[in-house]
């Protein structure tokens, strides 16, 4: 038998409520296998911060990286000044732990009706960089508040960063049916990093001839995506880029509640063990407008089960968890469900 460590960070608003259905989901697949899973809760997010004023400290890293993996609902809270536990606690977790692969799939599953009048077939994967990028923190302002404020944030991209992702994102293209890969960047106004991109991803195709390349400025991108989103297979794109087309992905996908993401670490050491846990969380927020009243959606919690299934090398338990949640949202209609009922249904499918 074999036992999986999952930290929990169920974090703030809806989030508690999306991961309680989540690990309910997760324990009826793991159900009459040999894999168990023990969780262990971290309380991290706005009640903690505003009790002890901490968002992430070393022990909580430290305690974290002993773990198989993470699953994280939501951060962020109306009464936490913004972008304290955005870049205190979920960026420094990417940071730290060396996230740099952020996969966000979209699939338009059938039965869902999104805002496009005719969107055919939907079923991309977005690979969004997410160690760098604008999300480093490498900027600065002088003059506050004066007429002469300059505020810069500036984008860092290394050769290595580049590299790396779009290393990954061939390798997830070339193990798809269409093998095709779309480098969205702005190369025509950003011209240091994005002429790294381009020549990075020229370079690194070399290594995988089968798979066909293409390229998009990003605003482009967002018009194709609403007009013809069944060109995409997987897209390359950096931290910032990345993190507004997969808001815009999920809208033509059924929304928001049904964004799954996976924050990975792919490296492996000498030994073949994994060097950090990946982070698996649905795209959405703490939702402080619906918190607690029990109805958030949480498949994209669930779904990002699903990805957390396949990550530990369990893709019958993940694809039953996605088949589960593909049927239920065939059949769901219109009927509205509380968030239990919702984890119960899918719970209870997955069990068969
Ligand atoms: C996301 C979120 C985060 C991001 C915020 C909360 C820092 O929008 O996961 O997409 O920008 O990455
Ligand atoms: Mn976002």
Redesign the pocket.
């Known amino acids: 038998t074999r036992s999986i460590d999952l930290a929990v960070i169920a974090g703030d608003g809806i989030g508690t409520e999306v991961v309680e259905q989540g690990l309910l989901v997760l324990e009826a697949a793991l159900a009459g296998s040999d894999v168990t899973v023990a969780t262990r809760d971290f309380d991290l997010g706005a009640r903690r911060w505003q009790a002890t004023g901490e968002t992430l400290t070393d022990a909580d890293l430290q305690a974290i990286r002993g773990h198989d993996a993470i699953l994280l609902g939501a951060i962020?809270d109306p009464q936490v000044p913004s972008g304290v536990l955005?870049r205190g606690l979920?960026?420094k977790l990417r940071f730290t732990l060396d996230h740099y692969v952020n996969l966000r799939p979209s699939r338009l599953y059938p039965g869902v009706t999104g805002p496009l009048a005719d969107p055919g077939e939907v079923d991309f994967v977005v690979v969004r960089e997410g160690t760098e990028g604008p999300y480093v923190g490498n900027g600065g302002a002088l003059r506050v508040g004066t007429p002469q404020e300059i505020a810069n944030e500036v984008s860092v991209n290394t050769a290595f960063g580049v590299e790396r992702v779009v290393r990954d994102a061939f390798a997830r293209a070339a193990a798809r049916p269409r093998r095709k890969l779309t480098l969205v960047h702005k190369h025509n106004v950003l011209v240091h990093a994005g002429h790294l991109w381009r020549r990075t991803v020229e370079a690194v195709n070399a290594d995988f001839p089968d798979v066909t390349v293409d390229y998009l400025h990003v605003d482009a991108a967002t018009i194709f995506m609403v007009t013809n989103p069944s060109r995409f297979d997987v897209i390359v794109t950096d931290n910032l880029f990345g993190?507004i087309l997969t808001d815009l992905a999920a809208a033509i996908t059924g929304g928001i509640g049904l964004a799954a993401s996976a924050n990975i670490n792919p490296d492996r050491d000498a030994s073949g063990a994994s060097v950090a846990p990946s982070m698996f969380e649905p795209?959405h927020?703490s939702a402080p407008d619906i918190a607690g009243q029990g109805k958030a959606d949480p498949t994209a919690t669930v779904l990002s089960v699903a990805m957390l299934l396949e990550h530990l090398g369990l893709p019958d338990q993940a694809t039953r968890v996605e088949a589960a949640v593909a049927a239920d949202l065939t059949e769901r209609g219109g009927r509205v469900r509380s968030t239990a009922e919702v984890g119960k249904d899918l719970a209870a499918r997955v069990a068969g």
């Open positions: 962020g955005e979920l960026l993190d795209v927020g």
